[in-house]
């Protein structure tokens, strides 16, 4: 997998493999931070993270800081691979927990940017809900879903934009209010 543009454009990363995760194509990784704009700054939570690429891609393009969170081991290890491999250390951090546990953990933080990016055959909605909770009041919450089902509803957020990418979509979440 590669990076798609900012400071580490172009620079390669490990995916974990397996069936437990499924990478985000760069297509669909691209119009996400096209559609985000400039994130210089910012603040980033990548729940489900994969492959991390999502953090590596918000780093890369001045994110400040981004906590990638992945209950698979496999996965969590990849991540602090490519963190290692980056030179990313002082921006990434890696957490082996499940979204709600670390949720639970840490109810006080808050995140510009809240990156959702479930497995396709466990959606997780009920761990969703639990993770609005990390999201400062003008911030913005982005769920990738997939391409064939309806949207889902989130309490105590508004859709304000999607866009289809045939197999998945993204939803774009503000905070209602």
Known sequence: MRIIAGKLGGRIFESPGGHRTHPMSDKVRGGLFNALGDVTGLTVLDAFAGSGALSFEAVSRGAKHCIAIEADRRAYQSIVKNIDALELKAQIQAVNAYCASWSGRHQR??????????????????DMEKL??????????????PGKLDRVELTALEVVSSKNYGDAQLVFYRPIG
């Open 109 to 126: 933080e808050t995140f510009d940017i809240l990156l959702m990016d479930p497995p396709y055959d466990n959606l997780q909605i009920n």
């Open 132 to 145: 609005v909770r990390h999201l400062k009041p003008d911030g913005i919450m982005v769920v990738s879903w």
